[in-house]
């Protein structure tokens, strides 16, 4: 099959939805399939790899400064000589829409994947994922060719407008349009259960849904070694690591909070990303001083990441209702890492055999549990041999077969219909 995925934000950005796609199709390349992925120019970057097609792109600010692909009249028509044979969107704006314009062109399958839960930022993104709901909302009937996507409003809702009234109203609207534009594709994709319930309840969804985990390269945890990381760690030192985009949503002040209730000094948090919240969070750290306790790791390679999975004793991540699956947990899970969390609708990679869900949100609550499990090392060692276990399950080529079946079956589909 000559698959091509379509992506918004691809390499050299380093985030969950990237190393998803990455994991896709090189999985689905070594089951002998040719797959190409659609994404748009990143200045100073070179693919090394034919099959990237790298599309026009301007800097755009939607939550930073990013590379956004230029989608004008025509643009699918120039794809049609590559003649796919399905194409799949990681995500319903931009580029979404460009892989919609595509299957309609060369009339093929379309796969949407639901990766992220984007009205869930609208507390901390208010102004700019208010104005990209509306934009949608204008847009998506114009281009998808539907019925006018417009908020639904209760009448008590409409006599007071607050804030959180507000809020509830758009972040129903953005679940509709992601609905809408899915129920334009041939199947939707969700990794994980609760998301999938959340677009059938609050979005309408109707298209066949299929909930397939993200996969991973559990091969390249197995050979990382900790030797190889660039943090050093002292004789005696626990690590507590936490890998994700320094921003509000991914709560890692809740981490650093932690710091002070943590018996011994001798356990460490390691944060590993960049981003926007950087500032805020080295000042936390300044303000409970626990800078010795606290390593700002920066943005890493993989290979860097796997080596700083292998070299600590914990991973945890403190989102709470926004991540829905998160390529981290199974990066940690493939290293054997046990797993602390706190959002109870997360359940992929995550057992009582290798992860523990805390009492609460706050700092104290994942205290709590560090706590516990460094004063029982047994505990520790049970939830990494679980973690293994685990990850067995969410090897990328098996997941890829799953892909690679739902593929064929729309394909042949697709045939009998012409």
């Known amino acids: ?66 590379e956004m692909a230029v989608i004008y009249p025509g643009l699918a028509k120039k794809l049609d000589k590559y003649k796919f044979d399905i ?8 580029m979404g829409v460009l892989a ?92 994980s259960k609760h998301l999938e319930r959340i677009l059938i309840d609050e979005g309408g969804l109707t298209v066949p849904c299929y909930v ?9 945890y197995k050979k990382a070694s900790a030797a190889d990381s660039p943090i050093e760690k002292c004789p005696g030192d626990k690590f507590i690591i936490s890998v994700a985009r320094l921003s509000p949503e991914k709560r890692q002040i809740a ?24 500032k805020e969070l080295r000042q936390r ?33 403190a989102s709470y209702h926004f991540d829905n699956q998160p390529m981290t947990f199974l990066e940690a899970a493939a290293s054997g890492l046990p797993i602390v969390y706190c959002d109870e609708r997360m359940t992929e990679a995550l057992t009582e055999r290798n992860a523990v869900l805390t009492g609460g949100i706050e700092g104290e609550d994942f205290a709590k549990v560090f706590n516990d499990l460094f004063a029982h090392p047994e505990k520790i060692e049970e939830l990494s041999r679980g973690s293994l276990k685990v990850a067995k399950s969410l090897d990328s080529v098996a997941m ?5 079946k739902l593929y064929q079956s729309l394909i042949e589909t697709q045939r009998n219909l012409k």
Request: with cysteine; hydrophobic share 40%.
């Open 212 to 220: 397939f985990p993200n996969g991973i390269d559990i091969k390249r």
């Open 285 to 317: 750290v300044e303000e409970l001083d626990v800078s010795n306790r606290v390593i700002f790791a920066g943005m890493r390679s993989g290979d860097e990441v796997a080596a700083m999975l292998k070299q600590a004793d914990v991973f945890s991540l």
């Open 1 to 66: 099959m000559r698959i091509a995925f379509f992506i918004d934000d691809y390499l050299p950005s380093v985030h969950g939805v990237t190393t998803s796609t990455l994991n896709c199709k090189q999985a689905l390349e070594s089951l002998g399939h040719e797959v190409f992925v659609v994404a748009p120019r990143c200045e100073g970057y070179d693919d090394h790899d034919d099959h990237v097609i790298r599309l026009p792109s301007a800097k755009a600010y939607v939550f930073d400064k990013r």
């Open 400 to 404: 890829a077969k799953k892909l690679e």
């Open 100 to 191: 919609h314009s595509v299957a309609r062109r060369q009339n093929i399958p379309h796969v949407t994947t639901v990766h992220t839960m984007y009205s869930e930022l609208i507390d901390d993104y208010p102004f700019t994922v208010i104005a990209g709901l509306i934009a949608a909302t204008v847009a998506f009937p114009v281009v998808l060719r539907t019925k006018p996507i417009l908020p639904k409003a209760s009448r008590e809702q409409l006599r007071s407008m607050s804030k959180s009234t507000i809020r509830d109203v758009m972040s129903r609207q953005g679940w509709r349009l992601m609905a809408a534009f899915a129920n334009k594709c041939d199947a939707c994709i969700s990794p």
């Open 255 to 278: 981490l650093i909070e932690a710091m002070p209730h943590i018996r011994s000094k001798k356990v460490k948090l390691v944060l590993v990303g960049g981003g926007p919240y950087e």
């Open 87 to 94: 194409v799949h969107s990681q995500m319903q704006l931009y």
